[in-house]
């Protein structure tokens, strides 16, 4: 969600700058690529979210002059002084309602104190997909929320990065799996389908880029142990669009997503992926992935075994994958949360 709302903000500064002004509050420093951007910064002394959102935040923003204020990536505070100007909130996604035992508690009592207040207050609601929209509503049944609500997709994370090399002996034509170590990503349930494509024969590495996060169990050490698995941990961008260019496919039997940028983002370099039929993930993937019953180990072997072993499958994945990833692009998105500005402001 970082990234997203990095790049949000540069492709709205891009398409906007020529006729609005822009201020961008930022936590004590200007975000990476943006230090010459055409707009005023206000940053903040603090960099821990609570303190921000409590304590600086409703004093700067009553005190900015502006029309209208975009909340990207967490909600907006929960008391906002007298003056505030009209708000926009973007809720990527709501999992800590949908999949709550997928959620650290932390996260669950910050979003659930401030989102439903945030919701209410709100000029307008922006989500990045038709699933996203519908379990906002689902599990918000405030009155006039559904008018303020407007689907706003998302683009690449990986825009403009030139493709780096792989890691030291890495070669292509791996299983390439990408997201923070976690539940919501089903790294148990794919050791399983991997294990049986391993136990067939000529199963190629698996390769796990993301992060180590939270209540991973026996999910992490089964990854460092399990032959054939090599787990990089956080990459670099330009590492992480190597390893999209060369890998044979991407695994990535989500349970839950509110939008799915690793999926668009294998789609946009043409690599055929095999996702979870969950969330959001249809709706983003159309006909270019392979899609499969992500509770089902079964399934997700098969579906592997099926993306490796069918050439002409893979040719067309990549093909519509391109096709696809083309209509999602940062300077749409852009386009669609100013235009939600416009109307509050």
């Known amino acids: 969600m970082v990234t997203a709302s990095v790049e949000l903000a540069r492709a709205m500064l891009e398409e906007g700058g020529g006729e609005r002004r822009f201020t961008v509050f930022a936590s004590r420093g200007r975000p990476a690529g943006m230090e010459a951007a055409a707009a005023g910064f206000v ?40 003056g505030a100007p ?114 067939e024969g000529g199963a190629p590495p698996l390769v796990v880029a993301g992060r180590i996060g939270w209540a991973f169990g026996a999910a992490l050490h089964e990854l460092r142990a399990e032959p054939g698995v090599i787990l990089l941990g956080h990459v670099s961008d330009t590492t992480l669009a190597g390893l999209y260019r060369d890998a044979a496919a991407l695994a990535f039997p989500s349970l839950y ?46 579906g592997l075994r099926q993306v490796l072993g069918d050439t002409g499958l893979r040719r067309r994945l990549a093909s519509a994958g391109r096709r696809r990833a083309a209509l999602y692009t940062w300077a749409k998105a852009a386009c669609g949360t100013l235009s939600a500005l416009d109307r509050i402001a």
Do not use: C
């Open 43 to 82: 940053l903040s002394p603090h960099r821990h979210e609570v303190l921000n959102k409590l304590r600086w935040l409703p004093v700067v923003e009553s005190q900015a002059g502006l029309e209208a204020i975009l909340y990207p990536y967490w909600p907006s505070p929960p008391r906002r002084r007298r």
């Open 86 to 199: 009209p708000a926009a909130v973007f809720i990527h996604d709501v999992a800590f309602q949908v999949r709550p035992r997928e959620v650290p508690w932390q996260q669950r009592l910050y979003l659930g104190s401030l989102l439903p207040n945030a919701l209410r207050q709100a000029g307008a609601v922006l989500v990045p997909s038709e699933s996203a929209r519908r379990d906002v509503l689902d599990h918000y049944p405030i009155a006039g929320l559904e008018g303020r609500l407007a689907v706003v997709p998302e683009g690449t994370s990986l825009h403009g990065v030139e493709p780096g090399p792989l890691p030291d002996g890495l070669r292509p034509g791996f299983l390439l799996a990408v997201g923070t170590i976690e539940p919501r990503k089903n790294y148990p349930r794919l050791l399983v389908a991997y294990r049986a494509l391993r136990r």
């Open 257 to 302: 997503e509110g939008f799915g940028l690793q999926l668009l983002d294998a789609m946009a370099a043409g690599l055929p992926a095999v996702a979870g039929r969950a969330g959001s993930l249809p709706e983003l993937a159309g006909d270019a992935a392979l899609l499969v019953d992500p509770l089902d180990s079964e399934a997700i072997a098969g």
